[in-house]
């Protein structure tokens, strides 16, 4: 995906989400914090923002958070799940429980 297609990934804390709004619409990936643990527990993504590769923003996203504080992923999420077994570059960039 080209730089240009990249939708702003925002880290709603307050909430426990990452999330992208485009058009009244919100995508979302649920995550929990346990100790040296980021858990991804829900990822949702509109129809109407569905097959502009959201949902994968979403979930590098938390790998990202997740190896600067240098945090296990736990992807319960079976999107996040499948994401990361078809992107071993970035699954490859942090520690993975996959339970």
Same mark, same amino acid.
């Given at each position: 995906?080209?730089?240009?297609?990249?939708?702003?990934?925002?880290?709603?804390?307050?909430?426990?989400?990452?999330?992208?709004r485009?058009? =009244?619409?919100?995508?979302e %990936? @649920?995550?929990?914090?346990?100790?040296?643990?980021?858990?991804?527990?829900? &990822?949702? /993504? $509109?129809?109407?923002?569905?097959?502009? =590769?959201?949902?994968?923003? %979403? @979930?590098?996203?938390?790998?990202?958070?997740a190896?600067?504080?240098?945090? &296990?992923? /736990? $992807?319960?999420?079976?999107?996040a799940?499948?994401?990361?077994?078809?992107?071993?570059?970035?699954?490859?960039?942090?520690?993975?429980?996959?339970?």
């Open positions: 995906m080209s730089e240009a297609n990249k939708e702003v990934v925002l880290d709603d804390a307050e909430h426990h989400r990452f999330v992208v485009d058009g =009244g619409h919100v995508a %990936l @649920v995550y929990r914090v346990e100790p040296e643990r980021l858990v991804l527990v829900h &990822t949702g /993504v $509109p129809e109407e923002l569905g097959g502009r =590769g959201i949902g994968g923003q %979403l @979930v590098r996203a938390a790998v990202e958070r190896a600067e504080q240098a945090r &296990t992923v /736990v $992807p319960q999420c079976e999107f799940r499948k994401w990361l077994h078809d992107h071993a570059d970035v699954a490859g960039t942090v520690t993975i429980d996959w339970g």
